[in-house]
């Protein structure tokens, strides 16, 4: 059983589409979060949910949306796609929204934009 | 926000070897977390520690909460340990993890 499963593992798409990622979690938790990597493996949060209400919400730019159904899911839509946004992006969960909470991530994301 | 810097930047180690990671905090945290970042790019949860130390197999770790500072330890390292151990934390108030830069190590046979 997968805890945090993230769809699709790859994805390849030409600059100005639009695409959208899927994140799933069977653990329980009511925290979910989207995360990038850029290529010198650095990683960011970008989005923080708990229990579908946005929490965190860094410096990215609107044309990413994150949007939660119910507590185990936290999608990411990402319009107008340019070459900067290649990176790979996580997905994660937690419980609890307090910091005492350990934290457990997807197999992650692999954007291409061409 | 806090500051996470991590320490070495690369590691090349001979199998066999033993080695020491370390990650030192700006500001106090209540979560603290190492991860392995395996050559397949997965994320994989080694230790959730706060505080204190705590031991799985040939990997340790010890968090010195007062002192602001984590240590990993790798023992008889093996070719599967190469990849990237990160560390991250978050404050009290808040519950989004910030990241070191990692360390990236490689197991030589």
Same mark, same amino acid.
């Given at each position: 059983?997968?805890?945090?499963?993230?769809?699709?593992?790859?994805?390849?798409?030409?600059?100005?589409?639009?695409?959208?990622?899927?994140?799933?979690?069977?653990?329980?938790?009511?925290?979910?979060?989207?995360?990038?990597?850029?290529?010198?493996?650095?990683?960011?949060?970008?989005?923080?949910?708990?229990?579908?209400?946005?929490?965190?919400?860094?410096?990215?730019?609107?044309?990413?949306?994150?949007?939660?159904?119910?507590?185990?899911?936290?999608?990411?839509?990402?319009?107008?796609?340019?070459?900067?946004?290649?990176?790979?992006?996580?997905?994660?969960?937690?419980?609890?929204?307090?910091?005492?909470?350990?934290?457990?991530?997807?197999?992650?994301?692999?954007?291409?934009?061409? | 926000?806090?500051?996470?810097?991590?320490?070495?930047?690369?590691?090349?180690?001979?199998?066999?070897?033993?080695?020491?990671?370390?990650?030192?905090?700006?500001?106090?945290?209540?979560?603290?977390?190492?991860?392995?970042?395996?050559?397949?790019?997965?994320?994989?949860?080694?230790? $959730?520690?706060?505080? &204190?130390? /705590?031991?799985? !197999?040939?990997?340790?770790?010890?968090?010195?909460? %007062?002192?602001?500072?984590?240590?990993?330890?790798?023992?008889?390292?093996?070719?599967?340990?190469?990849?990237? $151990?990160?560390?991250? &934390?978050? /404050?009290?108030? !808040?519950?989004?993890?910030?990241?070191?830069?990692? %360390?990236?190590?490689?197991?030589?046979?």
């Amino acid at each position: 059983d997968t805890a945090v499963s993230q769809t699709p593992k790859y994805l390849v798409t030409q600059m100005g589409n639009d695409k959208s990622i899927k994140c799933e979690q069977n653990l329980g938790h009511d925290t979910m979060y989207w995360y990038k990597q850029d290529s010198k493996k650095f990683l960011k949060i970008m989005f923080s949910y708990n229990n579908k209400e946005l929490i965190i919400n860094e410096t990215v730019p609107n044309r990413f949306s994150p949007k939660s159904p119910d507590k185990a899911h936290l999608n990411l839509h990402i319009n107008s796609l340019e070459l900067g946004d290649s990176a790979v992006y996580f997905c994660a969960s937690s419980r609890g929204q307090g910091a005492s909470s350990e934290a457990f991530f997807g197999q992650g994301t692999r954007l291409t934009v061409v | 926000g806090i500051q996470v810097e991590q320490s070495p930047p690369d590691l090349i180690l001979q199998e066999g070897a033993n080695s020491t990671l370390r990650c030192n905090f700006s500001d106090s945290v209540n979560n603290l977390q190492w991860f392995h970042q395996n050559p397949w790019g997965q994320l994989i949860n080694l230790f $959730y520690i706060p505080s &204190g130390t /705590k031991q799985n !197999g040939r990997l340790s770790a010890t968090t010195v909460a %007062t002192e602001r500072y984590s240590l990993l330890y790798i023992s008889s390292s093996q070719t599967t340990d190469s990849g990237v $151990y990160f560390c991250a &934390g978050a /404050k009290a108030a !808040g519950n989004k993890l910030t990241f070191g830069g990692g %360390t990236r190590v490689l197991v030589k046979p």
